[in-house]
């Protein structure tokens, strides 16, 4: 049974609720217990690169901070996956501990108190030249969050130990970057993410009649910043800026 409940967690990657892997395992939740205990003590050593972690009522594998730079280095930002909760999660986990890091003894150079803008992402689909919303099975996406000036490399990996100690989550995918994006075409999407192709035909006509085209490159991509929240937002009231790479022509 213990390897089996080794071998569920390391498939699913993110958070599982304890109660589910009893379940999946035809347990009870003491025994669950017991045996994340037996695998704590089997990972979570100093020289070990994954430890075992237990949030409130989950458990979740996570790499050890000690190696939080070279996995760094190593991850590829790519994903064919959705969104997924767990990714917002380390995300906003990120980018609340450098907001309230003034409440700490942690200060920050130049810090200032703002307001934690609104998630983007950067959406593109191997070997196709801008968007195929006919085969949306394809997208790969790139998550971010802009950050203030005053946030350099070291202030970002301070926060992702900082939350790494204090959340018990691994942050070990979130990435610090800098983007220079360029020359853009944009407009407000007012609706479900569904009616998204009409208002970037739009758009992409519109960059055609001022003598631009579009420019998809390996860097420059199809580019989403939400402003509404689908948790609470009606399909068709949502606020989605859309971008485009564009060149003259």
């Known amino acids: 049974m ?68 070279p996995v760094r280095t190593a991850l590829d930002l790519r994903s064919s996956a959705p969104l997924s909760q767990a990714a917002m999660e380390v995300l906003y986990g990120i980018a609340f501990t450098i907001k309230m890091s003034y409440k700490g003894s942690h200060k920050i150079d130049g810090y200032f108190e703002y307001v934690v803008p609104p998630l983007e992402g950067l959406w593109h689909q191997e070997g196709v030249d801008g968007v195929d919303y006919a085969h949306k099975e394809c997208f790969e996406w790139t998550s971010m969050i802009r950050l203030p000036d005053f946030v350099t490399r070291e202030v970002f990996d301070w926060a992702v130990q900082e939350a790494t100690a204090k959340k018990k989550k691994d942050f070990s995918k979130v990435q610090f970057l800098h983007y220079e994006e360029g020359l853009c075409v944009q407009c407000m999407h007012v609706g479900s993410y569904d009616t998204e192709p009409e208002t970037l035909e739009q758009m992409d006509a519109f960059a055609r009649e001022q003598g631009y085209e579009t420019d998809f490159t390996g860097h420059r991509r199809h580019h989403e910043i939400y402003l509404s929240d689908p948790r609470r937002t009606a399909p068709e009231k949502l606020k989605t800026v859309l971008r485009h790479p564009v060149r003259v022509k």
Do not use: W
Not at 14 to 38: C, F, G, H, M
Not at 41 to 49: L, P, T, V
């Open 2 to 69: 213990l390897g089996m409940m080794e071998a569920i967690l390391f498939a699913c990657g993110d958070p599982i609720d304890i109660d589910k892997l009893a379940q999946a395992l035809n347990t009870e939740e003491e025994n669950v217990l017991e045996l994340s205990r037996t695998l704590q003590a089997k990972y979570n050593k100093e020289e070990s690169g994954i430890h075992l972690l237990q949030l409130d009522h989950t458990l979740q594998f996570a790499v050890n901070p000690v190696f939080l730079a």
